[in-house]
C-alpha cells in the first residue's frame, strides 16, 4: 500500500504506511525525512485537524470518528515530535500515533488526502510563518538604519567608487541607501508570502478525489488566502520555495554588502565596532575583529547556494510528485534561519556601532573628492560640463603631481586659464569655488531628491518611517489573519473533542 491510497491503515508493522513489506531495510534512514520534519510538525497537526473537521463537515467521516481522531492528534502534540516511533516521515508517524490511540478508525484521517497535498499545504503553512518573521526582521534593520542616519544627517564621510574616494557624503545618507534595499527585500519576501499563502489541501495524490471535499474549508480553517485550483499543480509546486529563497538570498546578498562595507570602515578607523560584536585573536591580543560582519558576509554564500541547490534540485522533475521534492525545502529552511540570524546580527551591529566623526571629516575631501562639485559650479556658469570636467582633471593631475591633496583656488584659475583662455572668476565667484570645495557646502549643495544635503535626508527620513509603518501593518495583519484562522480551527476542533 502506498501514499497514493486513502485507506485505513492498521497501524501494524512498520507503520502506517509501509507495513511490513516496504520497511525499508537498508535504506529506511535515507527514505525518512522524520527529523528534519520536527519543522512541520505543528503544522501537520494543523493541517490534520482541518481535514478532519472537513471530513466531518462534509459527512465523509462520522463527527464521532472526527472526535476521536482530534483527541487523539490532541495528545500527539503533547507528547511532541520527539515521541513519534521511527517513521518514514511526519505524516507517516502521526498518522501512525493517531491510529495506535484510536483504532482502525483512525486511518480514516487520511481519506481523501495524500501526502503529496498534505507536505506541500504544511510547508507553506510553516514557510508563511518563516517568511512574516524575516520580514520582521529585516523591518528592525530598517528601522536600526534609519536610527542611526537621523543621528548623522551632518557626519561627513567619504563616498566611494571602485573603492577610491569619489564625492563626499553623510554617514545618514550611506545608511538610507542601505535602508532603501532593505525595504526592496522586505518587499520581495512579503510578495513571495503572497503565493506561499495559497492551498494545496485536497489535491489529493495529484488527481483530486472522488469524495465530496471543501477545498475552500480546508483553505480558510488553515488561514491560506487562497487555493491551488489544479490539483496536479497543486503538489507539484514548489517554485513558492524558490521564490522565498531568492528573496532571501537577495537580502543576504545586500546584507554582505552592507558587512563589507563595515569590515572596510572598521580597518580605516571610520567606524567603532561594539565589542559585543567583535572578537579578538587567541594569539595577538591587541586585536579587534569585526568577525560577527564576517560571518553575515558569509551567510550570502550559504543562502545563494541553497537556492541554486534548490533550483538544481527542482530541474527537470516530471510531474508530478516524485522523492526529490523531499530534498527540496530544506534549502529554504536553512535559508531563513541564516539569514534572519544574520539580519538580526547586522542590525546589532549597526545600532551600537560608533561613528568616529573626526576620522570621517577627515577623510571626506581625500582623494581631491570635491572636484565634481567645482565642475558643476563650472556647468552652471554655462561652461559644458564636459570642457569643465577637463578643467577638473587637469587640476587633479597637478596635485597629484606635487602630492598635495586637494587643489587651492589660484591652481585651479591656473588650469582654467590653460584649457579656457580665460580667468576662472570670470565664470565663478572666488566664493562658490571656495564652497564646492568645502565638503559640508558640497554636501549641502547637493539637494536634489534623494541626495544627501541635510534636507533631503531629512525629506527621505520621513518617507522612511511612513514606509516603515506601512510594511510593519501588512505584517500585522497577515499576522491576524493567520491568528483568526488559528483560533476558528481549534473552535471547530472543540466541537468535536
Ligand atoms: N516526506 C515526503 C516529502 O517531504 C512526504 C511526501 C511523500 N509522498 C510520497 N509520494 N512518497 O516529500
Redesign the pocket.
Known sequence: M???STGTGTGTGTGAVRRDRFSGGPARGFLS?LAG?ARIFDADLAVDRAHVVMLAEQAIITDDVAGEILAALDDVEAAGHDALSDG????EAIETAVIERVGAEGGKMHTAR???D??AACLRYRLREDLLNAAETTLRLRDVLADEASAHTETLMPGYTHLQPAQPTTVAHYLLSYESAVARDTERLLDAYARVNESPLGAA?FAGTPFDVDRERTAELLGFDAVLENSMDAVSARDFLVEATSALATHAVTLSGLAEDLVVFANKGYVDLADDYSSTSSIMPQKKNPDTLELVRSVAGDAVGGLSALLTTLKGLPRA?N?D??NA?PHAFDAVDSVVEATDVAAGAVATATWEEDALRQAADEGFSTATGVADQLAMAGIPFRTAHEILAEAAAAVEDAGTGTPDVATLDAVTADVLGASLFEHVSREAVEAALDPTASVASRDSAGGPAPDAVARALTAVERDLEADAGTVDDARGRLADAHETLETEVTTYV
Open positions: 502506498s501514499e497514493e525525512s520534519d518514514e516521515d511526519v505524516h495524500s501526502r503529496n498534505e507536505v495524490a510528485y522523492r521534492l523531499q525545502h
